[in-house]
């Protein structure tokens, strides 16, 4: 170091014990890329209401992060649910997987309960799955299902499998019908369920759920590394804490 001959993101460094991230910054000694084997770690975080699913927020809303105290890596949200949506989240620093899961050609279902404003009838529900178009662009067909409901009841609730992730799709796709979504929960990604995960609680994911998920996304193209991959999510302070495989019961977060 005291050489000149490290950079850290194109810097040359010559303090010893400058801080820097192995898998965020790019750490080069006499040019050469130093690769530095980082643990994966895989997490499903039930998420509540009122939680913005990025690492920091503009508007110094609460962070999904803020929920996942004692967890040292760098994980961060694999695609997201909107502020008002609850339900399955998966973090990781897994960098392919992470691109691979999010990438449209590997269309991993997740499913949706979305409780809706009246009751939609067959024509509603035919247009759900067909595809409507929303922003000029028609939405991919879904699974669709009513959940059976009582006689007297003002609103229904709609099973909705997406294999594709546009933004707040199924609240547009419900407006779009006439039936907004007054309550919405995600309870599936791919084969991941967890209906045990309490609402707030997060837990690290078995290695055979990790197994699925990479063998649900492993053909296709290979991941798009620039999209995102083990690099550029710089921001966390780190945790601190334990881990361990703490079972369906999972982890308060707060
Ligand atoms: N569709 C939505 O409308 N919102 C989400 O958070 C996820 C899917």
């Known amino acids: 170091m005291l050489e000149g001959r490290v950079t850290v993101n194109g810097v040359t460094v ?20 130093v690769k530095i084997a980082v643990r994966h770690r895989y ?19 609460a962070t999904v992060l803020d929920l996942l105290k004692g967890v040292k890596e760098y994980v ?16 990781t620093n897994d960098g392919d997987l992470a691109a691979r899961l999010t990438h449209p050609s590997h269309e991993v279902p997740r499913v949706y309960e ?3 404003l ?7 529900m035919q247009r759900l799955s067909r595809g409507l178009v929303i ?39 419900c407006e779009a019908i006439g039936h907004p979504v007054e309550h919405l929960k995600r309870v599936a990604i791919g084969a991941l ?5 309490k609402t707030g609680y997060w837990r690290d994911l078995s290695a055979e759920e990790v197994d699925r998920l990479k063998r649900a996304t492993a053909a296709g193209p290979p991941p ?25 019961s999972g982890k308060r977060g707060r």
């Open 135 to 173: 922003d000029g662009r028609r939405t991919a067909p879904a699974e669709v299902r009513l959940l059976p409901q009582r006689r007297d009841q003002s609103d229904a609730t709609l099973v909705i499998t997406l294999r594709e992730g546009r933004n707040r799709q199924v609240r547009d796709m």
């Open 224 to 248: 798009d590394r620039g999209h995102r991959g083990d690099r550029g999510h710089r921001g966390d302070k780190g945790r601190g804490g334990d881990r361990g495989d703490r079972g369906a």
């Open 14 to 33: 010559s303090e010893l014990g400058t801080k820097a991230d192995p898998a965020a910054d790019d750490i080069r000694v006499d040019g050469r890329r």
């Open 43 to 61: 997490l499903l975080l039930n998420k509540p209401r009122g939680y913005v699913t990025t690492r920091s927020d503009p508007e110094r809303r």
């Open 76 to 91: 961060y949200p694999v695609g997201r649910l909107d502020y008002e949506t609850e339900g399955l989240l998966l973090l």
């Open 118 to 124: 009246g009751i939609p009838d067959e024509h509603d």
């Open 114 to 116: 979305a409780r809706v």
């Open 193 to 197: 369920r967890d209906p045990r995960l």
